[in-house]
């Protein structure tokens, strides 16, 4: 039996066309060790067989779900879930196709209740396990697949790179307002922001463990998986790189500089400096970025060249 102290935690879940694993990921989710209070579903207006499944759990669990009557896109479909939360919920949010480790809500709050200030955005996420669509392993880990656990996750590190997925995290209600008030941009997704705002203005934690089963397959995004090269190889990469019109950043402009633009008046001096230096960069060459990245980077590697 759970106590009087059981923390309110709603699970946020966005779905459009998951009925393939949909009941999968439901059962995950209302399996854990620390169980959600509510689970909220935003529908995209799926036409697979998802609204008879949520329908067949709402009545029966403590799912309630909407559904959208225009498109919304993934984040714009969060976001309404967002809105749907009840004050002073913490909130996690959940892919459709995932599989959540038993002790995934009980691991996360354990660990944020350790960083948590309540009118501060905080924020604890984990590694995941990639696995196919017949669940065989791709790699125990996310983090190596990407090369992610090779430096210190902090912001001059998130700035040039995302290394948060929103499937894994467990948020304070304080996160809530940022989250709801981020412009919608086709280049860039909630997560991203939510790790900005979080490693801005809030208190963050890393589990350095896979608490989900992360499933990539046809109908879900593709992953950019981590290529390792040896040290020749980089250099010869780099040299390519000099010839070309190559961007590796390109991807991060549009959001570090839209999330400065409305919340610079509010950051610490030493905080605006790390955004300003690095938009500083938007029109300098390959090489001056990389050398920024390296420079930016040099401090944080755990193991330089793996």
Known sequence: MLSSNTPSIAVLMATYNGAQYLNEQIDSILNQSLPPTTIIVSDDGSDDGTITILEKYAAV???????????RGVVGNFINCLHQLPAGYYFALSDQDDI??????????????????KDQPCMVYS??????????????SFRNELGHHKYKHCLETLLFGNFVLGCTT??????KDYIIGMPIHPSF????????????????????????????????????????KTVLNRYINHA???????????????????FYSQYKSSMTP??????????????KSYLSKKIAFETAFYKHW????S
């Open 61 to 71: 669990e403590k799912i309630k779900f909407i559904k959208n009557d225009t498109r």
């Open 127 to 140: 590694d995941l396990c990639l696995i196919d669509a017949q669940k065989n392993i791709i790699n125990r």
């Open 189 to 228: 997704n909630h997560d991203a922001w939510m790790a900005l705002v979080s490693y801005t203005f809030g208190q963050t934690y890393s589990i350095d463990k896979a608490l989900v089963d992360y499933r990539q397959h046809s109908s879900n995004v593709t992953i950019r998986t981590h290529n390792k």
């Open 240 to 258: 390519k790189q000099l010839l070309s019109k190559n961007d590796f950043l390109e991807d991060r402009f549009p959001i570090v500089d839209l």
């Open 270 to 283: 030493q905080k605006r400096m790390h955004f300003e230096d690095f938009l500083a960069l938007q029109n």
């Open 100 to 117: 959540w480790h038993p002790s995934k809500l009980e691991e996360s709050f354990h660990a944020l209740q350790k960083i948590e200030h």
């Open 302 to 305: 755990t193991n330089r060249f």
């Open 170 to 175: 467990l948020c304070n209600y304080s996160l």
